[in-house]
């Protein structure tokens, strides 16, 4: 069973940085894409940002000053987060899947929280 844990969350002011860290526990499978998405409260789960082998992609509100990466042929997927801003506080969480016979198996990390003071 595949295991995602995240590290790196914390408190922060603004314009300040932080790198995320989210690692699987098992080498059984191949996680074709990761990423990160958040949550703030009342609001629903967004999507920060992804990666795969042929993507990267980004939402808009961090675009140019979020970067994501992953180390080649592991598990392990980073967020390094500059300048940062009040508005992305919310709690993050790490994000993993494959394809198997035409199904998807997602799999997302307890979570770790970011929190920007003005």
């Known amino acids: 069973q595949v295991q995602l844990v995240e590290s790196g969350g914390g408190l922060v002011q603004a314009g300040g940085s932080l790198r995320l860290s989210c690692a699987a526990s098992g080498r059984i499978i191949w996680l074709e894409t990761m990423g990160w998405y958040r949550q703030a409260p009342g609001k629903q789960r967004e999507m920060v940002a992804r990666?795969?082998?042929?993507?990267?992609r980004y939402a808009d509100a961090v675009r140019d000053r979020f970067t994501i990466s992953r180390d080649n042929g592991k598990n392990t997927v980073y967020l390094q987060m500059n300048s940062l801003e009040p508005e992305d506080t919310a709690v993050y969480y790490c994000?993993?899947?494959?394809?198997?016979?035409?199904?998807?198996?997602?799999?997302w990390g307890q979570g770790t929280q970011v929190t920007v003071s003005s």
């Open positions: 990666i795969s082998s042929a993507n990267t």
């Open positions: 994000y993993g899947c494959y394809t198997a016979e035409a199904y998807e198996y997602d799999y």
